[in-house]
C-alpha cells in the first residue's frame, strides 16, 4: 500500500494559481492511477481530476475543467495539481487519493487516502 502526503496549500486571491503536490512513499505508486478530491465545510467530498499510470490520461471534474491540471511524476513519486484562475468556491480541503481504478469519480473507490491540505481563495 502507498502512504500519501499532500503540500503546497495556502491562502490565495481569486485569479491566483496555486500548485499541490502529493508524495507518496512505497515502491508501488506507478501501479496506481491517481486523484484529486476536495471537500468544503459541510459539503460531500468531491472528485477533481484523475491520472493513470502512466500519466498519458487525465480527466476532471466539469467546476474545474480547463482551469486545474493534473500530472504526475513517477520517478519523483509525487503527484501534481496544477490549479489556475482560482475562485472562492474552489476553497477547501484538498485529498489526494490512490484510485482503485482509473476512471472512477467515487470517493468509494479509493486505496489511500492523503491528509489533505487547505486552499483557501478570497474574493
Known amino acids: 500500500q502507498v502512504q500519501l502526503v499532500e503540500s503546497g496549500g495556502g491562502l490565495v486571491q481569486a485569479g491566483d494559481s496555486l500548485r499541490l503536490s502529493c508524495a507518496a512513499s512505497g515502491r508501488t505508486f506507478s501501479g496506481y492511477p491517481m486523484g484529486w478530491f476536495r471537500q468544503a465545510p459541510g459539503e460531500e467530498r468531491e472528485f477533481v481530476a484523475g491520472?493513470?499510470?502512466?500519466?498519458?490520461?487525465?480527466y476532471y471534474g466539469d467546476s474545474v475543467k480547463g482551469r486545474f491540471t493534473i500530472s504526475r511524476d513517477n520517478a519523483k513519486n509525487t503527484v501534481y495539481l496544477q490549479m489556475n484562475n482560482l475562485k472562492p468556491e474552489d476553497t477547501a480541503v484538498y485529498y489526494c487519493?490512490?484510485?482503485?481504478?482509473?476512471?472512477?469519480?467515487?470517493?468509494?473507490?479509493?486505496?489511500?487516502w492523503g491528509q489533505g491540505t487547505q486552499v483557501t481563495v478570497s474574493s
Open positions: 491520472i493513470n499510470r502512466s500519466g498519458e490520461s487525465t
Open positions: 487519493a490512490a484510485l482503485a481504478y482509473f476512471g472512477t469519480m467515487s470517493k468509494k473507490s479509493i486505496d489511500t
